[in-house]
């Protein structure tokens, strides 16, 4: 279900692209995709507390209160956006376990944490907007690169992981393996990974050949550095491609 939830959005987007404006577009339609199909909705949380709190915090009251409202319902919606698991952490949707059976962290600034362990799925999305290449690491310029014929290994080294964080979302994902399911999911306005381009990108442009084998270079290492578990969904208005297969 999850795949075919991804892949799902991935259709939305070819079909209307315009509609999606910013990444929480993305989000907003995954997560509504994700509540209205998953089941059970809800996960059960009886018998799981809050831990970090402290009675002799001058806001005692509120997390008091939220530890209460918490045993009294039992219960908290599976899906949701921004989930923490460490600190400094931020999974852009996570979906929750049935039942969760470890304790919720409950950090004194009013943040929450929870264990990987009662994480079921986890989706971390990227929307590149305006970028028409991939990026590459600084120093290397096009006019020089062009005139040479590299290979895809020697391409490699060039490019630049870093700039929208695809190296670090996919050490995250690799991280999370206790969860089952995990995602990188995509999108760009402009087909920056160059996947499928049309005969004006590639032959036309006079740069067309060396960004093609960019893009093939990024899908090659991001297929290669994302471990078992982890699946990477591309998506531009001309087509989708599952870079992990």
Request: hydrophobic letters at 35%.
């Amino acid at each position: 279900m999850y795949r075919q939830i991804a892949e799902t959005l991935a259709s939305e987007f070819e079909r209307n692209p315009i509609d999606y404006i910013a990444e929480a577009d993305i989000q907003v339609k995954l997560i509504e995709q994700l509540r209205s199909r998953l089941s059970p909705a809800v996960a059960t949380v009886d018998g799981t507390g809050l831990e970090g709190t402290s009675d002799n915090s001058f806001k005692c009251d509120y997390w008091q209160a939220v530890a209460q409202q918490l045993a009294n319902t039992g219960e908290m919606d599976r899906v949701h956006a921004e989930v923490s698991v460490e600190q400094g952490e931020r999974l852009d949707v996570a979906v929750f376990q049935s039942r969760l059976r470890n304790p919720i962290q409950w950090v004194s600034n009013g943040s929450k944490r929870f264990s990987e362990e009662d994480l079921d799925c986890v989706y971390e999305l990227k929307f590149i907007k305006n970028k028409t290449s991939f990026p590459k690491q600084s120093g290397n310029h096009v006019n020089e690169l062009v005139q040479n014929d590299l290979s895809l290994a020697e391409i490699e080294p060039i490019l630049d992981f870093d700039e929208n964080k695809l190296r670090a979302d996919i050490t995250e994902l690799n991280r999370l393996d206790s969860v089952g399911r995990r995602f990188l999911l995509l999108f760009s306005n402009n087909n920056y990974l160059y996947h499928n381009p049309t005969s004006t990108e590639c032959e036309s442009y006079k740069y067309g050949e060396l960004y093609e084998k960019m893009g093939k270079a990024a899908r090659q290492w991001m297929n290669d550095q994302a471990n078992d578990g982890v699946e990477i969904l591309y998506t531009h208005p001309r087509g989708t491609t599952w870079i992990t297969e």
